[in-house]
């Protein structure tokens, strides 16, 4: 089977980790995974600020990229929830269908659960609003990270309340933004886990942003970096 990563500008940008993370998963996998050149942003900060019209040539553009694939995979839930929910709004209809985010992919179209990973670490996960809302993981993320070697799942108190990032809303409503941060962070904290984990780099960038500057142990990681890691070549 060979898919496309979208790997999205967070990620890019920020998190490279995670895609290359992304892409040693599937590989172990038996999947073959290109890298469209051609792809940048997927329009979403641009369509969720109301810029309707500068978002329309960045969705033409993703779509040209991702064009004869079968499956496009993203460790994003933000990205694949705007894919899929907005592109039909501009008339791409081709794309959203072929669209999965990370944990999605693994569970509906391999059909996996064990994926061979290693982790002996205390995990709690933070299902982020697009992946619980929009696009309905449900429990995927966490039959997957029951299923780590080693791996310690500790429910998060109060998981489904938005962590506050919200892309420009954190921007906006900077205040609004830290606060809601500091209640994930406060309930993340009380498990006792040594790592909050979640699909998706924006939100983990928020929240392990506040864990810095309070001194907190607890770190923030994608879950595509735990279920890449093995015994072999463990991550921590």
Do not use: W
């Not at 920020?14 to 890298?35: C, N």
């Not at 791409?92 to 269908?97: C, N, R």
């Not at 070697?149 to 429910?155: A, H, N, T, V």
């Amino acid at each position: 089977m060979r898919v496309a990563l979208f790997v999205t500008c967070v990620n890019d940008a920020v998190y490279p980790a995670t895609g290359i993370a992304t892409v040693r998963l599937l590989e172990r996998l038996g999947v073959e995974v290109d890298f469209p050149a051609a792809q940048t942003c997927c329009g979403q900060p641009q369509f969720n600020t109301g810029y309707r019209r500068e978002t329309e040539p960045l969705v033409r553009r993703t779509t040209r990229a991702f064009e004869g694939y079968e499956y496009v995979v993203t460790p994003s839930g933000s990205c694949a929830a705007m894919v899929r929910e907005h592109y039909p709004k501009f008339g791409e209809t081709t794309l959203p269908s072929r669209t999965y985010e990370l944990t999605e992919f693994l569970s509906d179209v391999l059909g996996v659960t064990d994926v061979g990973a290693y982790f002996p670490h205390t995990v709690t996960y933070h299902p982020s609003c697009h992946g619980l809302r929009a696009l309905g993981l449900g429990e995927r993320p966490l039959k997957l990270l029951g299923a780590v070697k080693g791996l310690e799942l500790r429910e998060l108190p109060g998981a489904e309340e938005c962590c506050g990032f919200g892309g420009t809303f954190a921007v906006k409503n900077a205040e609004v933004s830290a606060a809601m941060g500091q209640d994930k962070v406060r309930n993340a904290a009380s498990t006792g886990a040594d790592v909050l984990c979640g699909a998706d780099n924006s939100c983990l960038m928020h929240i392990g942003g506040i864990l810095r500057r309070q001194d907190e142990p607890l770190r923030a990681l994608h879950i595509a970096d735990i279920l890449a890691s093995t015994e072999e070549e463990p991550l921590l």
